[in-house]
């Protein structure tokens, strides 16, 4: 990917979710994500809504890397559900193996352990559903997510693009997001 580098910053935002399909919830996360990307002078060319499915957003995510944007935001799919599939479509787009990230495992397994302390969840640690959380394509660098457990996602490509993997919950999209922009710069 080699992003053109004249002019300002392209960005492409990816929302992953059907029930922003079946109109259950409106995408308030892309207008929140293009306000913010916009007020630092980046041009969002276009917001794509895809259902939570792994070809499907493999697909988008190929498209919108054809395009050339200097970065792609993603926003959901990082969780622990089986329909959390983001981060798998992620690696089969970049052909880069999904492994633990000790970053996220740290992350993690530290806020697992404080719920746990707090009685929220019955035992910290890890467990098959929390570790997917873990796994990151290899390369990749994890973002705390400060309001909640899945921790986002930045992966740099070849020629100065990159990703970056939101939650979707979005007050842990937005607190996410603030703790990735130093990293974007």
């Known amino acids: 990917m080699r992003p053109d580098r004249s002019g300002p910053d392209r960005i492409e935002i990816l929302s992953v979710g059907r029930e922003l399909l079946r109109g259950k919830i409106t995408d308030g996360n892309a207008r929140k994500i293009a306000a913010q990307f916009s007020e630092q002078g980046a041009e969002v060319q276009r917001i794509t809504v895809v259902d939570d499915d792994q070809r499907a957003i493999a697909e988008a995510m190929r498209e919108a890397l054809e395009r050339n ?7 959901g799919g990082l969780g622990p559900a089986p329909d959390d599939l983001t981060l798998a479509a992620l ?18 397994e530290e ?6 302390q ?14 997917k959380m873990c796994r ?3 390369g990749s660098t994890a973002v705390p997510n400060p309001f909640g457990i899945s921790p986002g996602v930045i992966c740099r490509l070849p020629g100065g693009a990159g990703v970056l993997c939101l939650p979707g919950r979005p007050f842990e999209m ?12």
């Open 69 to 75: 944007p200097h970065l792609l935001v993603t926003t």
């Open 174 to 185: 937005q607190t996410t997001l603030q703790a990735a922009m130093p990293r974007l710069k």
């Open 136 to 138: 990151r394509p290899v």
């Open 91 to 108: 690696s089969d787009t970049l052909k880069l193996p999904l492994s633990i990230n000790h970053e996220a495992k740290t992350l993690v």
């Open 111 to 116: 806020t697992y352990s404080k719920m746990a």
């Open 118 to 131: 707090a009685k929220l969840v019955p035992t910290g640690g890890l467990n098959m559903a929390r570790e």
